[in-house]
């Protein structure tokens, strides 16, 4: 039984916070008074606060793919091209890696000249490519790059994560 009350108790400790509101004041003898009822009119200098909880989002994208998303963003490169394509788009969601996708036909030349040839598919993670589908090559670049091994569905990562640009035409870095 104490149990329950402790419970309906916390329930509606929490229900007060969530809505509460803080006065301070200084009162006639010049002490000062914080207290969640109004102040008394006599007081002076009277200040109202609202109090909210703090909360803390843990069903949206984790905080690790943001932070990852924002400093190393995602194009897969990759056309109907078979097995390896649909590989590629199943390790990205596998993994929850929010990305763009890139089509190279939209672009032949432009695609040449960022990547270097006409090699598809083509994992680009903020500068960094991966030519080619190879999962362990992959998984590396990515968890590099800071993204989680496991990120939840791909379908909860929000499409605003992914860049909507394509990647400046930069050399490829040194192979390692």
């Not at 929490?14 to 207290?35: F, K, T």
């Not at 190393?72 to 097995?83: M, S």
Request: hydrophobic share 40%; net charge positive.
């Amino acid at each position: 039984m104490k149990k329950i009350t402790l419970g309906i108790a916390i329930l509606l400790f929490s229900g007060a916070l969530a809505a509460a509101q803080l006065y301070r004041w200084v009162d006639e003898q010049g002490h000062v008074e914080w207290r969640d009822t109004p102040p008394p009119s006599g007081a002076k200098q009277i200040e109202q606060r609202n109090i909210r909880p703090n909360t803390i989002d843990t069903a949206g994208v984790p905080y690790a793919v943001k932070r990852a998303a924002r400093d190393f963003p995602v194009t897969l490169w990759a056309t109907n091209c078979g097995e390896a394509c649909d590989k590629a788009r199943a390790h990205l969601a596998r993994r929850g890696i929010p990305y763009a996708e890139k089509n190279p036909q939209s672009d032949i030349e432009a695609y040449k000249k960022l990547v270097g040839g006409l090699e598809i598919p083509v994992l680009v993670i903020g500068r960094e490519q991966c030519k080619g589908y190879l999962e362990s090559e992959w998984d590396d670049a990515l968890d590099i790059a800071g993204y989680p091994r496991s990120a939840g569905p791909a379908s909860a990562v929000p499409k605003a994560l992914a860049p909507t640009t394509e990647p400046a035409a930069t050399p490829a870095p040194a192979a390692r």
